[in-house]
């Protein structure tokens, strides 16, 4: 009797213990912002101290001086709130975190070009040398995004790619003629095409949340409502410390408001030379013809559920998730496809984030295969669309 109520006193001082254990707000900060001033740390602890009396539970404060590290840190779920750059939230909104909050100050990303170097777009950058600020920084996130989502490696686009620890050495590295663009956040970038006559923008990315904040999806609701009321009600004071800070104060945001930064760099590319991308309604139509879909998904996602007639073929993927890959690594059963090369074949996963039928589509084409589909949408798309789907083989 004794033995069983010790260990009923235990579980609820471990649970008393846990629930009130304190939150940790990770800070991490661009690489354009002084992370190491005191005056910065000490923002931060009076943000910390103001989200605790909001929500009645202590939050310690750290700040992260290398971001690199956070992505390892969000996937084991360290931190309870991340106050972070964009990039970083739309990575952690994959891996068990919410957007809660955003800042009222955004980032516009600017690719800046020398008149000389007769870069006028992003097509005519190809082989020309580019400087980009730190590799984790968010505009070079941004870059290496776009040429992603256009189905190209920075690293065998751009003749040279030259990245600087700080944002103002990637501009002084094109003013010394050691590169022909450069890229930079919008108010650096009009400041200094003011003093120089001979730069001129070359594109210019959508509008992005300069940072935001996400909170673990396993805080319970109450926590989080009063955290996403905590940050939208900053009082003026703080508001002013953030801007010395180079960040500002914040306004409520979801999912929607990360949209585009969080696909940069974790979906497929959108586009694939010599393949084409149908919709569903084209793909229903393709089947109605007879042509074969192939989902190269393993095993225990098609029996979950598939597009009807589809026929698995799972491509074992062993090469990274980017659009540089050694395929030889990778493995693919060709004789389950049509031994005509000239027959039209589609090919289909999980979705945009889902890279099976991205290079089981390559491969093919690679291989031979003349009329090649990628249904780069895949299931998700299919569903949407009111199509039905089945279970088992």
């Known amino acids: 009797m004794k033995n069983r109520w010790f260990a009923t006193a235990l579980a609820v001082l471990l649970a008393f213990n846990v629930q009130a254990a304190d939150l940790v707000l990770d800070v991490t900060l661009d690489y354009d912002q002084n992370r190491d001033h005191l005056a910065t740390q000490t923002t931060f602890k009076d943000l910390a ?7 009645g539970q202590p939050v310690k404060m750290v700040m992260t001086q290398n971001a690199e ?19 970083l939230i739309g990575l952690a909104m994959r891996i068990g975190y919410s957007p809660i909050a955003k800042t009222k100050q955004n980032a516009r990303v600017m690719l800046l070009a020398t008149k000389s170097s007769n870069v006028k777009n992003f097509e005519s950058a190809r082989g020309k040398r580019i400087a980009l600020p730190h590799r984790e920084s968010l505009v070079s996130f941004l870059v290496n995004g776009e040429m992603n989502a256009r189905g190209y490696s920075a690293k065998q686009y751009f003749g040279q790619i030259n990245y600087m620890n700080q944002y103002d050495a990637a501009l002084y590295a094109m003013e010394i003629g050691q590169a022909d663009l450069v890229a930079a956040k919008e108010d650096v970038a009009e400041e200094w095409m003011l003093r ?7 594109h210019t990315f959508p509008n992005v949340p300069a940072a935001g904040v996400v909170v673990s999806n396993k805080l319970d609701a109450a926590t989080k409502d009063k955290l996403r009321l905590a940050f939208a009600n900053i009082d003026k004071d703080l508001e002013a410390q953030l801007l010395r800070s180079r960040l500002s104060g914040f306004k409520t945001a979801g999912q929607a408001d990360f949209e585009y930064v969080s696909t940069r760099g974790f979906y497929t590319p ?8 149908p919709t569903a309604q084209q793909v229903k139509q393709l089947l109605g013809q007879g042509v074969k879909l192939f989902d190269v998904r393993p095993q225990a996602h098609y029996r979950e559920a598939h597009i009807p007639g589809a026929i698995n073929v799972h491509y074992q993927m062993n090469s990274p998730k980017e659009v540089e890959y050694d395929d030889s690594v990778d493995a ?4 389950k496809l049509p ?9 289909q996963c999980n979705g945009a ?4 039928s991205y290079k089981a589509a390559r491969y093919a084409l690679k291989r031979g295969y003349t009329k090649v589909y990628w249904f780069r949408t895949g ?3 299919w569903k949407g669309a009111g199509y039905p789907v089945r279970k088992g083989n």
Request: glycine content about 4%; hydrophobic content about 45%; some cysteine.
């Open 379 to 381: 299931l998700p798309a």
């Open 69 to 87: 590290r956070v992505g390892e840190r969000i996937r084991t779920g360290s931190y309870s709130i991340l106050l972070a750059p964009s990039q």
């Open 270 to 277: 959108e586009i694939s030379p010599g393949i084409s991308i």
């Open 353 to 356: 984030e889902c890279w099976y």
């Open 49 to 55: 101290r103001h989200l605790s009396a909001a929500i």
């Open 196 to 202: 120089r006559r001979d730069i001129v923008r070359v």
């Open 332 to 335: 693919f059963d060709l004789s």
């Open 339 to 347: 031994a005509d090369k000239k027959a039209p074949i589609i090919f």
